[in-house]
T-cell receptor
Framework: EAQVTQNPRYLITVTGKKLTVTCSQN?????MSWYRQDPGLGLRQIYYSMNVEVTDKGDVPEGYKVSRKEKRNFPLILESPSPNQTSLYFCASSYGGATNEQFFGPGTRLTVL | GENVEQHPSTLSVQEGDSAVIKCTYS??????FPWYKQELGKRPQLIID?????GEKKDQRIAVTLNKTAKHFSLHITETQPEDSAVYFC????????????FGKGTTLSVSS
């Protein structure tokens, strides 16, 4: 089954404790991206990647890191999480770039205390 | 960079009525305009998209129109049904390498029977 998976789905952590949210797709998509969703602010792009070893900043990259060492995986790293990073995070992938249908993962609900 | 404004933020209609959601974008180079639907607790899913070489596109009860001169595009839903209740997001992107996808803040549509 073609899908985008994220782990964990729910996470409660404390300020400053490094964490990684994994994202994996099995559709051989070149383009992958991370969004955060906050009430009243919609979906804001954090980072995106056009292919392996190619990443770029989105609208809200501060406090986040990403890597793309394999085509299928695009982990999101919070080196020192802060309460303002409490949010719902979505990973997405697509064939060919941002101008094709984005397939979203199920989301990760992160709470930073 | 690109900025996408979406209106209204909430919309309530009676079953069977039409609903219209409008978006404006700032970058005249944008050439891809998708609409995503997000049901409560679910991931966003593409419902329709339009490219800048087309003025209108329809898919059953859903249509999207694009006015490149005015830099705005709209989602039209006819004969609304309770299952159309969801949050709808518009977005804009530019077809070139390394481009981002910019979303509007979303419209919560409620269809009452």
């Amino acid at each position: 089954e073609a899908q985008v998976t994220q782990n964990p789905r729910y996470l409660i952590t404390v300020t400053g404790k490094k964490l990684t949210v994994t994202c994996s797709q099995n559709m051989n998509h070149e383009y992958m991206s991370w969004y955060r969703q906050d009430p009243g602010l919609g979906l804001r792009q954090i980072y995106y990647s056009m292919n392996v070893e190619v990443t770029d900043k989105g609208d809200v990259p501060e406090g986040y890191k990403v890597s793309r060492k394999e085509k299928r995986n695009f982990p999101l790293i919070l080196e020192s999480p802060s309460p303002n990073q409490t949010s719902l995070y979505f990973c997405a992938s697509s064939y060919g770039g941002a101008t094709n249908e984005q397939f979203f993962g199920p989301g990760t609900r992160l709470t930073v205390l | 960079g690109e900025n996408v404004e979406q209106h209204p933020s909430t919309l309530s209609v009676q079953e069977g009525d039409s609903a219209v959601i409008k978006c404006t974008y700032s970058d005249s180079a944008s050439n891809y305009f998708p609409w995503y639907k997000q049901e409560l607790g679910k991931r966003p899913q593409l419902i329709i998209d339009i490219r800048s070489n087309v003025g209108e596109k329809k898919d059953q009860r859903i249509a999207v129109t694009l006015n490149k001169t005015a830099k705005h595009f709209s989602l039209h839903i006819t004969e609304t049904q309770p299952e159309d209740s969801a949050v709808y997001f518009c977005a804009a992107s530019i077809h070139q390498a390394g481009t981002a996808l910019i979303f509007g803040k979303g419209t919560t549509l409620s269809v009452s029977s």
